[in-house]
């Protein structure tokens, strides 16, 4: 059964799979489109609708149309309330993934049971375990998460190994090209700089902005609207006092900004409260509402670069833009003016389901190898391909390349492709500073880090016999690393306990932090002296808690049953 990928959007999202080629292709639904909005309409406390159907009735019906719900992942306290039931940003999502998913096994016969999602490259661990728990929810195998920018880069990979190679420089892994993702989509904004080896990607550097995306563009444009119409129609109501009034607004400014990406001007007709007009809205008055939007993406990618910089890496050697927003001329012209680069469309809105389609297949063979490889006694379930004896890896591979009628070569790369990638943010501990007594970040792994990430720190007990401790594990929240509490986010509040009795003020307890390549960290401790391990009992933001997890899991079982 083929492992899909899906690119979970912010304002649209994708399916594909691998074809018998290896070449991904991209499920379309009953509607024939290859995106599908990201947008739910609760039309009663049973009943929603997914995608453009939602996106249209969302004039009608604002109260009860939940969109860009991505920037709310890992947000623990945020609730979509409609018809008196509540949903998390999680259980939204899982919607818009059963809805794609149903809708491409209509289109293709085969049900989609596992996958890999993807996620902007700057998400944090509780963005990365809302969007797995949001998989869970729709019934799916979440076999990994992949940052987008990787997704795009795989692509583009595969276009160019399948095409015209560009190979730029040589080093160790052979042929390499250094190239910059910037991704504007609706509602994120990503830059990632990643090596291309001819069988490693290796991330050097990532930023980006979750709250930033064609989105805020739409609002800055339905403000100059709303300000024209209001000069004009002076009698009239503010079209952003009424809901319905700032939903069509917001549909006519994406129509109205999507235009100007092809021509200087156009015009938008605002109808409200029995007024009328026609605003002209021109390409430079855009670009002059929105140059402080722009200027943050542009800051981004030089902090991105410059990170890069400190790993040597002087010069990229290709800009691929990804995402719908960077089809605005503007993108184009500040990465040229700005930074002095040259970028280049690449399948703006299709790079990342296609690039996680890739991963998915990778994944599937690999899945398939290792288990042919326990099975016969050369693996240890625990251990890596690359453990395997060569020539059984070798002999495996070919024996999954001949179940499933699959050219060695193309099985053989596509377990060989190594993925290196970095922490999105640095994560710590908070510690009280011995000098002042406050509570500070004391930061154990840092953005750019590369992962697997195992790191230890110790704690000393302050008392005999203390027979726990308590633990906060913080998130870098802001861009720059700070050690002020209020720039944190808190991961996991925490109490280490079971320590043995009988062991002196200062008995060491040893916490492991590891974070895998999927960004998901996992933490363990155990008392030094003792050799025992602890138990940690914690509570995370990440996601919610274990009994409201459960409740949503059955509210949503309930939905899906009488849906079906
Ligand atoms: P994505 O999240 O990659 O699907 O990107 C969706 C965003 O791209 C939305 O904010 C769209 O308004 C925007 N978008 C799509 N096409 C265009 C276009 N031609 N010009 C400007 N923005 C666009």
Redesign the pocket.
Known sequence: MAVHGIDL????SAIARSDRDGRPEVLVGMTGEA?VPSVVLFASDREHLVGEGARRQARLDPDHVCALVKRRMGDSEWRFVSHGRSWSAAAVSSLILKSLCEDASFGSGEPVVSAVITVPAYFGDEERRATILAGTYAGLDVVDVLSEPIAAALSYGFGRLDGAPTMTKDGPDGAYETVLVYDL???TFDATVIELADRRISVLSVDGDHQL???DW?ERICLHLARRFCAENPDAEDPLDDSAGAQELVIAA?RA??EL?DRESTEVVVAHDGARSTITLTRAELEDMTSALMRRTIDLTRSCLEAAGKRGVGSVGRVLMV???S??PMVEKALRSELGLAPELHD??LAVAKGAALYGAKKELERMVTGDLVTRGHLRAAELLEDAPPAELDAACRRAADALGLPLAQVRRSIDIKVDTVVSRGFGVLAANPMTGELEAVWLVHRNDHLPINVQRSFGTVRRDQDAIEIRIVEQQSQAESIRVQDTKLLIAGKIEGIPPGYDEGSEIRVHFTMGFDGLLTVFAHHVDAALPLTLTAQTGATLSQAEVARERDQLQRTRRRDA
């Open positions: 959007g912010t304002t649209c995106t989509g609706g509602g995306g064609g989105a739409d994406e900004k999507r990406s995402g719908g927003s089809r605005m703006p809105d």
